[in-house]
Every structure is written in structure tokens, then in C-alpha cells.
């Protein structure tokens, strides 16, 4: 299904207090990584405050926690972005802002570097959605079929899309900007191809980017992978580069990252034009984090591979309904605290069951509104690799609205490291077999249940 049926139009009509939302009812280094190559350990648990960011320096904590089972397939987790955690404990609610590659704009991606190797492909969300025949023209703004209507506030591209030049660049330690010469550039521009007037496929545009192998990094240390429109006539040949948007400020949504670690910059979208801009933590109208991921040449990949949680993945939850992450953790964990990423106003109910319903730990959090992250610490659980589990919430007064993200891995490829592949998110719903459904469902009742999304949470680490 194309991404404008998910409900994906950007920011504006994502903070809009008329915007539709789903009912209830509706169906609907750093040694310390694994890589394939045969590199030692994973990322070591933190023990931080669930409040206060966390900084680079822990990603170098040795590992102290089970053995690894058998044949256990670790690229993908725990994510370096979120040391001390299990989950997926970067958040947005709003979805998507449009980074636009036209005229003289760049784009950064800046990262932390998870351990030392050559940068082999970049999977970034291009979005080439626009004012095209088959499309949503008028309501994005558009007179016509094919106009390029650079301001109109939901066109993502024109034209044919551009040329997309990207190159790695050292980050300046006392801006966090990018700094220097290129490290290395794409031999060859990304070129799009679009048709105007077109309608386009999204799914051409979530392909691997291959970069040369000269894009060295060292474990530890901050780059920016930046982007940059080569083509002759920018204005007229453009495509959005999107990152995840929130309408709340802050880098309390990333309460386990750094935001320096995994952040957006953008220069020539703001005044001064030839200034680089921090969306992750000086814009007041929200807060942006980047939706991309990286791959070394030796398989090992991470990154944030969430495309979207707009209110197309929203609901409300009220009375005895219930939303439940269902996970199944490749190998033995230790937890004690968890949180759920939603706006609730009264009293939150958590409960750690297993798969046939024993609760092995419940909690009760008074919320008092506004998105964030809700929960709360309970005494120590050990989680078993290869069992399946549910964190399981409810409200026993008040109401919750909560969102899923859309697993850029369940539709577009996105590779290991990059997304929580160890389960998907879930809400109850009677007209469904076992009266639970999945988000973005195209399954009608009773069989209900693509698993295409996760809630934003996570479990607490004892280590």
C-alpha cells in the first residue's frame, strides 16, 4: 500500500487538533558490538537514570550478561543508540518532517560511530510523494497535476527528483557540526528518476545507497553523513529526505541517546541560510532524529529504521482496552523498570506476562499528561532467550493516547541492526481471533494481525 494511505503527510496535519485518529473500534567501541565478522560482545548494560540522557562513553562497558544460545543471530540487538535497554526507546508521535533537497539545501545525518570499519551502503527514507496524477494533489496545495509546488507544505519531491550527492564528513567537537574536507562522496550521484505528473512508488526509494570504500570511521567518534542536491536545475528537480518529527521538544524523548550520538542538522532551511541548523535540539516547534541505516562492509549494520508513527498509527486507549508489545528475546536478559512512549492522564497500568498470561510484574504509574515516557521500576525479572513475553498496558482510569512506528524492515528492507525485529506491538480488539490485533492491518476480521509495527518502549537492563 503506498505510504499516503498510512495516513504519512507530514507535520502539519500530524499537530492539527482536527487531524483524524483510529478509533478504538477500528479493525485495522568498541569491542563491545557483535558483528558478523566474528566481533566479541554486544553493547554492555548501562545502569543509568531512565530520565537523563546517556553519553557515548558507555557504548565501551564490557558485556557481563548471559552467554549467547546457540546459533543466535545477534546484528540486531541491543542497539548501540540506547545502551542499557531493551526496546525501542526513541521516540516520535507526529510523524514525518519534510527536509527538502532544493536549491542550495543540505541535509546531516550525525552518528556515533559503534565501533571501527569502512561505511559500506546508507538506507535513508527519501520520500518522492508529490502532486502527481493518481495523488492527493489538491490536498497538497497544488493547482495541477505535476506543478512542482515547492510551497506546498506536504509535496516531498518535483520534477525528477534531483541528484543526490552524499558524502561523510569528521564532526567539529565544539559545534557537533560537520567539519573538514570530505572523508569520502558517492562516485556517482543517487539519481531518482522520477516522472512529473506521475504517480511514484515509495519502494524504489528505500534501496541501499553504496558508498566507496574509503568511508573509514573509527569507533567512538562522531560523523555526519550529508546530503546534497547536485543537479543543474535544483529548484525544479528535488526529493525530501524525512526524518521522524515530534511535536514536543526536548531531548527527553530520547531518554537513553545522546542526542549528539543520532541527531539531524540542516543548513540553508533557516535563518542564517549559511548556517548549519541542530533539528534535535534547537528547533522550539518539536524535535526531529534520524530515520536511516548504516551498514559496514563486514555485514555488522544499525540505525533507526522507523519510517513513520503518525496518527495513523494512533489510538486511544480507555477502560479495559489494552496495547501490548509481544517480544521474544534471543537470548537470556535481566530487566527491572519498564516505559511506554504516550500521552496519558490518569492511572497507567503496567504488566510484564509471560505468553499464557502469568504476570511476572506489574506496576501502576500516575500520569499527568503530555507525551513522554511512562513507567516505572519493579523488582528483577530474568527474561529467558527464546521465550515469548508481553508488556501489556492499560488505563484502570483516565485515558492514554499511544502510537506504534512503522518497522522499516517489515515493508522496505531495512537491514538487522536498525529495528526491533524481536517482536511487534499489538492492541486488543474482540472482533479478532484471540482478541488482539496489529497496527496497519490490511487482514479484516478475524484474522487480524500484520505485525508491522512496534510500540516506542523499553525494559531497564539490571547490569
Known amino acids: 500500500p503506498r505510504l499516503q494511505e498510512r495516513g504519512v503527510t507530514g507535520?502539519?496535519?500530524?499537530?492539527?487538533?482536527?487531524?483524524?485518529?483510529?478509533?478504538?473500534?477500528?479493525?485495522?567501541?568498541?569491542?563491545?558490538?557483535?558483528?558478523?565478522a566474528g566481533l566479541a560482545g554486544l553493547v554492555g548494560c548501562g545502569g543509568a537514570s531512565a530520565t537523563q540522557p546517556v553519553t557515548s562513553s558507555i557504548v565501551s562497558v564490557n558485556d557481563t550478561r548471559a552467554p549467547l544460545p546457540p546459533g543466535a543471530d545477534l546484528t540486531h540487538w541491543?542497539?548501540?543508540?540506547?545502551?542499557?535497554?531493551?526496546?525501542?526507546?526513541?521516540?516520535?508521535?507526529?510523524?514525518?518532517?519534510?527536509?527538502?533537497?532544493?536549491?542550495s539545501r543540505e541535509v546531516s545525518n550525525r552518528f556515533l560511530a559503534p565501533?571501527?570499519?569502512?561505511?559500506?551502503?546508507?538506507?535513508?527514507?527519501?520520500?518522492d510523494e508529490s502532486c502527481s496524477e493518481d495523488d492527493d494533489w489538491q490536498d497538497r496545495g497544488c493547482t495541477s497535476p505535476g506543478e512542482c509546488n515547492t510551497a506546498g507544505t506536504d509535496t516531498h519531491a518535483c520534477g525528477t527528483g534531483g541528484l543526490v550527492e552524499?558524502?561523510?564528513?569528521?564532526?567539529?567537537?565544539?559545534?557537533?557540526?560537520?567539519?573538514?574536507?570530505?572523508i569520502c562522496t558517492t562516485p556517482a550521484p543517487y539519481a531518482p528518476g522520477l516522472d512529473a505528473g506521475v504517480a511514484h512508488d515509495n519502494d524504489q526509494l528505500f534501496v541501499p545507497i553504496a558508498l566507496p570504500n574509503t568511508c573509514v570511521v573509527a569507533g567512538g567518534e562522531r560523523y555526519h553523513l550529508v546530503y546534497r542536491n547536485v543537479d543543474p536545475d535544483p529548484e525544479v528537480n528535488w526529493i525530501s529526505l524525512d526524518p521522524l518529527w515530534s511535536s514536543q521538544a526536548g531531548n527527553t524523548f530520547m531518554p537513553r541517546t545522546d542526542?549528539?550520538?543520532?541527531?539531524v542538522l540542516s543548513r540553508g532551511s533557516y535563518e542564517p541560510e549559511d548556517a548549519w541548523v541542530d533539528l534535535t535540539t534547537q528547533r522550539p516547534d518539536g524535535f526531529r532524529t534520524?530515520?536511516?541505516?548504516?551498514?559496514?562492509?563486514?555485514?555488522?549494520?544499525?540505525?533507526?529504521?522507523?519510517?513513520?508513527?503518525?496518527?495513523?498509527?494512533?489510538?486511544?486507549?480507555?477502560?479495559d482496552q489494552e496495547v501490548r508489545q509481544v517480544f521474544t528475546p534471543p537470548r537470556a536478559y535481566e530487566v527491572d523498570a519498564g516505559y511506554l512512549y504516550a500521552d496519558a492522564q490518569g492511572t497507567l497500568h503496567g504488566e510484564l506476562r509471560t505468553a499464557t498470561g502469568e504476570v511476572l510484574a506489574q506496576f501502576d504509574v500516575e500520569a499527568t499528561g503530555g507525551y513522554h515516557f511512562n513507567g516505572a521500576p519493579f523488582p528483577a525479572v530474568a527474561l529467558q532467550a527464546g521465550t515469548t513475553y508481553h508488556l501489556v498496558w492499560r488505563m484502570t482510569s483516565g485515558t492514554m493516547d499511544v502510537h506504534a512506528a512503522h518497522d522499516g524492515a517489515a515493508d522496505y528492507g531495512y537491514p538487522p541492526g536498525s529495528t526491533f525485529s524481536d517482536g511487534f506491538a499489538q492492541y486488543s480488539d474482540p472482533d479478532c481471533e484471540g482478541g488482539w490485533t496489529s497496527w496497519d492491518t490490511e487482514q479484516a476480521a478475524p484474522a487480524?494481525?500484520?505485525?508491522?509495527?512496534?510500540?516506542m518502549f523499553y525494559l531497564d537492563l539490571v547490569g
Open 259 to 263: 542526542p549528539l550520538d543520532w541527531g
Open 166 to 182: 552524499i558524502s561523510l564528513h569528521a564532526n567539529d567537537p565544539a559545534t557537533n557540526q560537520p567539519t573538514g574536507p570530505p
Open 115 to 127: 565501533k571501527s570499519g569502512v561505511l559500506s551502503t546508507v538506507t535513508a527514507y527519501l520520500v
Open 290 to 319: 534520524n530515520n536511516i541505516a548504516i551498514a559496514y562492509t563486514d555485514g555488522y549494520s544499525f540505525g533507526h529504521g522507523y519510517l513513520h508513527s503518525a496518527d495513523a498509527y494512533g489510538i486511544t486507549v480507555t477502560g
Open 78 to 103: 541491543p542497539n548501540p543508540l540506547a545502551p542499557g535497554t531493551y526496546g525501542l526507546p526513541i521516540a516520535a508521535e507526529s510523524g514525518l518532517w519534510e527536509a527538502r533537497l532544493s536549491g
Open 11 to 36: 507535520p502539519r496535519d500530524r499537530s492539527s487538533p482536527s487531524a483524524p485518529r483510529r478509533a478504538w473500534a477500528s479493525s485495522a567501541g568498541l569491542a563491545a558490538l557483535a558483528a558478523l
Open 448 to 455: 487480524c494481525g500484520e505485525e508491522r509495527a512496534d510500540l
